[in-house]
């Protein structure tokens, strides 16, 4: 991606140079963004929040959410791919459930932020 160059002459030009040395690279910052993009969605805060309470299988998912089970595996592969749920097989049945504390953490701080 191209880097793009400011209009403007800084301020506070120590501030800037004091500031832009601890600025994350900018492919941990898209990846970030890529996050929260996945995160924006009301469906898959609810499949979050279902597995936060426990770990649950597809149809279980399905008949809590009133979806379709396609619709919730669809949302699910989502989730997986950007390492927020884990599944497990056992038997016939595939068990989700969050992969780490971290996404709980995220989850938590964020319902912290909007309920101040």
Not at 31 to 54: C, H, N, P
Not at 61 to 77: D, E, R
């Amino acid at each position: 991606m191209e880097n793009k160059k400011s209009d403007c002459d800084a301020v506070n030009q120590e501030l800037v140079e004091k500031i832009k040395p601890n600025m994350p690279d900018m492919n941990l910052l898209y990846e970030l963004s890529d996050f929260f993009k996945v995160m924006g969605d009301s469906t898959r805060i609810q499949l979050l929040w279902a597995l936060e309470e426990s770990e649950m299988c597809v149809g279980d998912l399905a008949v809590l959410l009133n979806m379709t089970k396609s619709a919730v595996s669809h949302q699910l592969k989502v989730l997986r791919a950007a390492k927020l749920v884990r599944a497990k097989k056992s038997g016939k049945n595939v068990y989700y459930a969050l992969n780490d504390h971290h996404v709980k953490t995220v989850f938590d701080k964020a319902l912290e932020h909007i309920c101040e």
